[in-house]
T-cell receptor, first 113, second 116 residues
Framework: AQSVSQHNHHVILSEAASLELGCNYS??????LFWYVQYPGQHLQLLLKYFSGDPLVKGIKGFEAEFIKSKFSFNLRKPSVQWSDTAEYFCAVNGDAGNMLTFGGGTRLMVKP | EAGVTQFPSHSVIEKGQTVTLRCDPI?????LYWYRRVMGKEIKFLLHFVKESKQDESGMPNNRFLAERTGGTYSTLKVQPAELEDSGVYFC??????????????FGPGTRLTVL
């Protein structure tokens, strides 16, 4: 069975600080990896995804993530956060068992202006 | 284009009552998924429809939960009778079937269910 672990439940940063959110997954086969974001009062939306190829993927709003296969990790990064990045972030994987997504527990990010 | 919609946005019921949640997927999306997030836990998969057929219902917690998708359009998720541990946010998602290995899922706003 696949599982996803997000290391930080809550993160508080000041504007312009750099962000890195950790994500590790457990699955023996080929995986597709995702980061979703839920802004206050809004739907879950896709930030970025990795299927294959360049392990450094760029998403919307200046976010990027790096897939490190040997570490089973897919950490999310942003060099300089803004107040508008305040949201909950979810790492998710999809293995070859079907189309279902397996999510991590989420990380609530608060950016202080 | 309208996104995935869910109704109601909030529901408060008493233990033992019945609740029905509805999801309208994006038009033309054959795949429909239900997920649930119990307070403080991760979002968990419940089941997956392809058109009107249940493709995967491995995440359904027990037989108090019944999902339907008659006609392959909207879907309902009924909880009968509801228990306290059913409280949480129920998300619906839909995706096209483009023949790819994975097709992006678009999520609805969720229904927050509180069982008292």
């Amino acid at each position: 069975a696949q599982s996803v672990s997000q290391h930080n439940h809550h993160v508080i940063l000041s504007e312009a600080a750099s962000l890195e959110l950790g994500c590790n997954y457990s699955y023996g086969g080929t995986v597709n990896l995702f980061w979703y974001v839920q802004y206050p009062g809004q739907h879950l939306q896709l930030l970025l995804k990795y299927f294959s190829g360049d392990p450094l993927v760029k998403g919307i709003k200046g976010f990027e993530a790096e897939f490190i296969k040997s570490k089973f990790s897919f950490n999310l990064r942003k060099p300089s956060v803004q107040w508008s990045d305040t949201a909950e972030y979810f790492c998710a994987v999809n293995g070859d068992a079907g189309n279902m997504l397996t999510f991590g527990g989420g990380t609530r990010l608060m950016v202080k202006p | 284009e309208a996104g995935v919609t869910q109704f109601p946005s909030h529901s408060v019921i008493e233990k033992g009552q019945t609740v029905t949640l509805r999801c309208d997927p994006i038009s033309g999306h054959d795949n429909l998924y239900w997920y649930r997030r119990v307070m403080g836990k991760e979002i968990k998969f419940l089941l997956h429809f392809v058109k009107e057929s249940k493709q995967d219902e491995s995440g359904m917690p027990n037989n108090r939960f019944l999902a339907e998708r008659t006609g392959g359009t909207y879907s309902t998720l009924k909880v009968q009778p509801a228990e306290l541990e059913d409280s949480g946010v129920y998300f619906c998602a839909s995706s096209q079937d483009l023949g790819a290995v994975y097709n992006e899922q678009f999520f609805g706003p969720g229904t927050r269910l509180t069982v008292l």
